[in-house]
T-cell receptor, first 116, second 111 residues
Framework: EAQVTQNPRYLITVTGKKLTVTCSQN?????MSWYRQDPGLGLRQIYY???????DKGDVPEGYKVSRKEKRNFPLILESPSPNQTSLYFC???????????????FGPGTRLTVL | QKEVEQDPGPLSVPEGAIVSLNCTYS??????FMWYRQYSRKGPELLMY????GNKEDGRFTAQVDKSSKYISLFIRDSQPSDSATYLC???????????FGSGTRLSIRP
């Protein structure tokens, strides 16, 4: 089954404790992206990657890191989480052709992060 | 001012009603218009997309774009309880540009 998986689905942590949220896709997509979703603010892009070893900042990159060492994986790293990073996080992927040009992205199920 | 504005709702209608969901935008460069549907505890999934102005129909769903008014709509006919979800509009200026999402409208269809 074609899918984007994220782990963990739920995470409660404390300020300053480094964490990684994993994202993996099995569709051989070149493009991958991380979003955060907050009430009233919609989906905001954190980082994206056009291909292996190619990453770039989105609209809200502060406090986050990413890496793209393999095509299928795109982990999100919070080196020193703070309470304002409490949010619902989504990983997404798409090809660079076809309906991707029209805006089709495939989203993971989300990771709900709480930073105390 | 946000580039894309969407009424958050919630919107509650009886089963069988026609639902109208709307977004306004400020960037006249937007050419691609999408509607994503997000069920509770799930990621968004693309429901419909249109390019430039006009209407597009897919079953009970119709997407409409009015570029002169910078206004897009999604109509759902014969609404079903399974349509209960959050609907996010989204837009982009070109095939290579990033997607800008609205904040989503929560819709509930009462049986």
């Amino acid at each position: 089954e074609a899918q984007v998986t994220q782990n963990p689905r739920y995470l409660i942590t404390v300020t300053g404790k480094k964490l990684t949220v994993t994202c993996s896709q099995n569709m051989n997509h070149e493009y991958m992206s991380w979003y955060r979703q907050d009430p009233g603010l919609g989906l905001r892009q954190i980082y994206y990657s056009m291909n292996v070893e190619v990453t770039d900042k989105g609209d809200v990159p502060e406090g986050y890191k990413v890496s793209r060492k393999e095509k299928r994986n795109f982990p999100l790293i919070l080196e020193s989480p703070s309470p304002n990073q409490t949010s619902l996080y989504f990983c997404a992927s798409s090809s660079l052709t076809g309906l991707a040009g029209a805006g089709e992205q495939f989203f993971g199920p989300g990771t709900r992060l709480t930073v105390l | 001012q946000k580039e894309v504005e969407q009424d958050p709702g919630p919107l509650s209608v009886p089963e069988g009603a026609i639902v109208s969901l709307n977004c306004t935008y400020s960037n006249s460069a937007f050419q691609y218009f999408m509607w994503y549907r997000q069920y509770s505890r799930k990621g968004p999934e693309l429901l419909m997309y249109t390019y430039s102005s006009g209407n597009k129909e897919d079953g009970r769903f119709t997407a409409q774009v009015d570029k002169s008014s910078k206004y897009i709509s999604l109509f759902i006919r014969d609404s079903q309880p399974s349509d209960s979800a959050t609907y996010l509009c989204a837009m982009k200026a070109s095939s290579a540009s990033k997607i800008i999402f609205g904040s989503g409208t929560r819709l509930s269809i009462r049986p």
